[in-house]
């Protein structure tokens, strides 16, 4: 199980794995509430069988869970063969804890069982007590009876006390929690030489053959997808609200009504640094954030340049900007952000603030007051309000009128003269560009990509704000682009090879070189000294290298490196340990509670990972019906 969130750590799957195992073992543990002697084997533990059914059950229960935990999940993603696999895995691993506490004797009696129910906080009432009738109720929204609720969860009560004995072996040592905090705790220092690519890019020379024969060997690079050209009517509060007629006094009516709500809002144009870090960081890693921009702070407020201090150590989105966010106003950023934002004046940074993100620094570009707008200043805005609110309730009946049209065999251009509308040519695009453009979901997108040339889709399409009717009018099949139009791409690409290829040759020089005193006696005015970085391989100013990070931790610092490393940034260092920092012993005697709690939860994590693979190793596991997990 450990292994497949490692795999899916970024993806779907993960963000509900934990619910996904609440669900199964709460509501479908051993499923022992289903009559299920005559349904089809999916799969057998040695002796023990989970049908067809049983599996099909928690299945529903675990992507109905999942539903109301994440209305974002689609029905795609809860057919995909991992996530059966993990529903399957849930039901597995329940068979053999079963198994195991049969052959160790351990059991639980229905007054324990009884207890543990009315533990439950979901079954509580206001006073913080079991009421049966909240019990009931939350058994028959899942659709299940007492009886079988009981039996599943005495066998997860059992199967918890498995676990339970399992996780008791994995408790931390307080030596060994310090050997983990030093570890985690210590920092390094490098000496390092850097050597740019931008260095030898006016010496490169690429010549044609070179660049037709990149394009020959990469010519997958430079396809231009599938695309398509649709013609298409909108029916939407703004596309219709061009047709609506709007009277002056119904502008002056709507200014004298809403006076109070038509002010310039206050707004700042402002930029920021920012050191990500998140509430599951262990303590090292939030204390090196901090420390990271508590420095950029003082190089800011030093007068540096904000901007270039952003593109140089800023980790967010808009680190290529210089940390510009342009103007927003309230209710724009998270609460933490908006309220140093706009407590800053003009011109100046603000001091650091944490977020969920991590930590930030603010510099204010400028400052609008809120102040009131004239009539005159609103008017346009102000008449497409009462527009749209006009084409909001003949939406209905246009969308009716137009598709009677479309049933009886009109082409869109006809239904949009006749019905006094505009039909609408898209220019060609591909099916990734369709969401965006029009606001709609990629499963839209893929129907459009699907309908014949020259044919209509017979329903509305759900778009943001309304509907579209719509025609394909060409597809254009995918094909490369022409040389010349990538021509220069090319050049930059090849010309980025060869620089990088000499920095490098370079960095090997004077690797090279640094082996003899007189080498290093040469070289000495190029060393720099780097800011202290932990194990994660930040180096400040360098950018993220965790290969160099872990050779320079296993050095002994007497040599230099025996190789040279490429940086975020491109240019390639070649370095050397300068100095070991120790994890703070005044951090070891406050925290010291949390880290051996930390520890310990971590061992037992293992322990009975360890213990679920062996039973795994040792068991008959069959599946006898793959085919309904695909």
């Known amino acids: 199980m450990l292994d497949i969130m490692r795999e899916n750590a970024s993806g779907w799957i993960v963000k509900i794995l934990f619910a996904i195992i ?3 073992f709460v509501f479908a543990f051993g499923m022992s509430g ?8 999916l799969a057998t533990v040695n002796d023990r069988i989970i049908t067809r059914a049983e599996f099909e059950d928690a299945f529903q229960r675990a992507a109905e869970g999942l539903r109301k935990a994440n209305p974002n999940v689609t029905s795609a993603q809860l057919q995909d063969p991992q996530f059966k696999q993990l529903v399957l895995n849930e039901l ?8 195991e506490a049969e052959r160790l004797g351990i059991s639980a009696s229905d007054e324990e069982v009884f207890a543990a129910i009315t533990r439950q906080s979901i079954f509580w009432n206001a006073e913080d007590k079991f009421d049966r009738n909240i019990y009931q109720a939350a058994l028959r929204s899942i659709r299940m009876t007492p009886a079988q609720f009981e039996a599943n969860f005495r066998n997860e009560y059992i199967a918890g006390k498995v676990k339970d004995m399992v ?8 030596e060994q929690t310090r050997e983990l905090y030093n570890w985690v705790g210590e920092e390094v220092t490098i000496d390092y030489i850097e050597t740019s690519p931008r260095q030898f890019v006016d010496a490169i020379d690429v010549t044609d053959e070179e660049i037709r024969q990149f394009y020959t060997e990469n010519e997958s690079r430079f396809m231009v997808p599938e695309q398509a050209s649709i013609r298409y009517l909108t029916f939407t509060p703004k596309a219709l609200a061009t047709y609506q007629e709007v009277t002056d006094e119904e502008i002056k009516a709507y200014y004298d009504a809403n006076a109070d709500n038509l002010v310039q809002r206050e707004e700042v144009n402002a930029r920021h640094i920012l050191v990500m870090t ?6 090292s890693v939030q204390k090196e954030a901090r420390n990271k921009i508590d420095r950029i702070y003082k190089k800011a407020k030093a007068g540096e340049d904000f901007a270039e201090l952003a593109k140089t150590y800023s980790e967010g989105p808009s680190a290529s900007n210089g940390g510009a966010l342009g103007w927003f106003g309230r209710g724009a950023m998270v609460p933490e952000f908006e309220e140093a934002a706009f407590a800053t004046p003009k011109g100046e940074v603000s001091e650091p603030i944490k977020t969920q993100f991590g930590w930030h620094i603010i510099y204010v570009d400028d400052r609008k007051d809120p102040e009131s707008k004239s009539l005159e200043y609103v008017k346009d805005q102000i008449a497409q309000a009462i527009a749209e609110e006009k084409a909001a309730e003949v939406i209905s009946d246009m969308l009716d009128q137009s598709m009677d049209r479309l049933v009886s065999g009109m082409d869109l251009e006809a239904i949009a003269d006749e019905l006094g509308l505009l039909a609408v040519t898209s220019r060609p695009m591909p099916e990734s560009s369709l969401p965006q453009a029009f606001g709609m979901t990629p499963e839209a997108a893929q129907v459009i990509m699907a309908i014949p040339a020259g044919e209509a889709h017979q329903t509305p399409l759900a778009i943001d704000g309304g509907y579209m009717l719509l025609e394909k009018v060409e597809d254009i099949p995918a094909a490369p682009m022409e040389l010349d139009q990538v021509k220069q791409v090319i050049i930059n690409a090849i010309t980025t090879e060869k620089a990088t290829e000499k920095a490098k040759a370079a960095a090997d020089e004077i690797l090279a070189k640094l082996s003899s ?5 040469e070289l000495a005015d190029r060393i720099k000294t780097s800011e202290q970085f932990s194990r994660q391989g930040v180096v400040p100013g360098l950018g993220r290298n965790v290969k160099l990070a872990k050779a320079v931790f296993d050095s002994d610092g007497t040599t230099w490196l025996s190789e040279s490393y490429v940086m ?5 260092i070649v370095a050397k340990l300068h100095e070991r920092i120790a994890a703070p012993e005044e951090m070891w005697e406050q925290q010291k509670d949390t880290w051996i709690e930390q520890a310990s939860r971590n061992y037992q994590t293992e322990a009975l990972t360890a213990f679920m693979t062996d039973l795994r190793k040792e068991a ?6 793959p085919d309904l997990l695909n």
Do not use: Y
């Not at 998140?278 to 303590?283: A, G, Q, V, W, Y």
């Not at 005193?517 to 006696?521: C, L, M, R, T, Y």
């Open 568 to 572: 975020p940034s491109g240019s390639i």
């Open 517 to 521: 005193p007189e080498g290093a006696k």
């Open 278 to 283: 998140k509430d599951s960081d262990t303590e």
């Open 34 to 41: 289903l009559d299920t002697s005559n349904d089809p084997v």
């Open 22 to 24: 609440i669900i199964v």
């Open 167 to 174: 996780r008791s072996t994995g408790n931390a040592t307080e």
């Open 620 to 625: 008959n596991i069959v599946i006898a019906r």
């Open 92 to 99: 597995i691993n329940s068979r053999l804890l079963l198994e």
